[in-house]
């Protein structure tokens, strides 16, 4: 079956733009998430939805950053007037139900802010 | 603060030779769960090892998790080439429902 999708999978913008970027998880999965991964580093949670709604926002590094799901599937992380440190691989996952299930990523959208 | 620390952060080692990698956490937990990520990319679960077992297998991996020591390890025995990548711990702790991941080991395997 069909794994998550993202989209796209590199991204290189200029400082000050917007960036949208998709999340397309496993269908039947309620628990989508957003980490950002910089270069040689660890998971960085950002925002981890159940259905439409976003319980746990802590991770968003500033507001700048927003993420929307609609019909309890396909994910938006939106970036504003992007900066430099920006920069990373931006990775969603998705998991059945719970927020301690198996988590299922995609293959991430490398983001280059020049 | 971290709840998984993996160790060591990178290792290397010869084709066919054992690799074995180190997962501390900090809370009680219910499961912990063993990924892999090759060149930057999304993760692939490998093994989920439950608070009530003390070992387990699959194909080459064998994980050991030792709650006294809040501890895991993982091992890749007759390692391959292909094996080069990162490799993650994540723990759910109990009583915060959420799945939390490691700083990674970096693998390289040469041929």
């Known amino acids: 079956g069909a794994g998550v999708s993202q989209s796209p999978s590199n991204k290189v913008t200029e400082k000050g733009k917007d960036v949208e970027l998709r999340c397309d998880p496993i269908s039947g999965h309620t628990a989508l998430y957003w980490y950002r991964q910089s270069l040689g580093q660890g998971l960085e949670f950002l925002i981890y939805f159940q259905g439409n709604s976003a319980p746990d926002k802590s991770g968003l590094p500033s507001d700048r950053f927003s993420a929307e799901r609609t019909g309890g599937s396909v994910s938006t992380l939106t970036i504003q007037r992007t900066q430099q440190e920006d920069s990373a691989v931006y990775l969603c996952?998705?998991?059945?139900?719970?927020?301690?299930?198996?988590?299922?990523f995609g293959p991430g959208t490398r983001l280059t802010v020049l | 603060s971290q709840q998984g620390e993996e160790d060591p952060q990178a290792l290397s080692i010869q084709e066919g030779e054992n690799a074995t990698m180190n997962c501390s956490y900090k809370t009680s937990i219910n499961n912990l769960q063993w990924y892999r990520q090759n060149s930057g990319r999304g993760l692939v679960h490998l093994i989920l090892?439950?608070?009530?077992?003390r070992e387990k297998h699959s194909g080459r991996l064998r994980v050991t998790l030792d709650t006294s020591k809040k501890s895991s390890s993982l091992l890749i025995t007759a390692s391959r080439a292909a094996d080069t990548a990162s490799y993650f711990c994540a723990t759910d702790a109990r009583y915060t429902d959420k799945l939390i991941f490691g700083t990674g080991t970096r693998l390289q395997v040469f041929p």
């Open positions: 996952a998705s998991s059945l139900a719970l927020r301690t299930d198996t988590q299922y």
């Open positions: 090892i439950r608070s009530n077992e």
